[in-house]
Each structure stands twice: as C-alpha cells, then as structure tokens.
C-alpha cells in the first residue's frame, strides 16, 4: 500500500480543484536515474493507465505502475512547507540509500 499523508492529501485536493485539464488523480512512480539510482516522479493523471494499480488515498485516486509498486509498498508521501522549501517527500521503508537531496534512492 501507498499512503498520502493528511497534509499531502490536503494539498493535492487543493491542486487537482485547481487544474483546468480533466484530471482523474496522481500517478505516483519511479524512474531509473539519479544519483542512487531511482528518481520519484509524482504527476496528474486523466485516467489509469493499462496494469495500473488505482489506490484511494482519502478521496484522492493514486496510480501506480506494477513496477513502480514494488519499490514503493509501505511508502508515505507527505507534503512538507518549511523556510527550506516546500514539497512532496518520499518516506520509502524499502529505500536502502537516498541521496543528500532526498529525491533518488537505491535498493
């Protein structure tokens, strides 16, 4: 399971009234790259794609690539807003190493 945290939850509710575009939910993912070899990729989604998993995180549809799931289970996406700067944040129990920036991780 992939979870949104209350004030990530809040924020994407704000977001997704606020887009003009139809938009279904938040795709939810990883990609190869970075500097401990997977990235995080959050964006808006009009509708699931083929072999997604849609997860409802309090009103809020999330879909994940099969692929991307198995990286991800037990994830926690939060949204910090701090005098650093504000963002979605990665707290990924599978994660064996993360980079100084908290965006790439490794297995």
Do not use: H
């Amino acid at each position: 399971m992939i979870n949104l945290s209350e004030t990530a939850t809040a924020k994407v509710k704000t977001m997704l009234a606020e887009r003009t575009q139809p938009t279904e939910g938040l795709r939810v993912g990883v990609k190869g790259g970075g500097c401990s070899g997977f990235t995080y990729f959050l964006e808006f989604a009009e509708a699931a794609n083929k072999g997604d998993r849609e997860l409802d995180c309090d009103g809020v549809k999330v879909f994940v690539d099969s692929k991307s799931y198995l990286y991800l289970m037990g994830t926690t996406v939060d949204y910090v807003d701090s005098l650093a700067g504000a963002g979605f944040k990665f707290e990924n129990p599978n994660a064996r190493r993360t980079c100084g920036c908290g965006e790439s991780f490794s297995i």
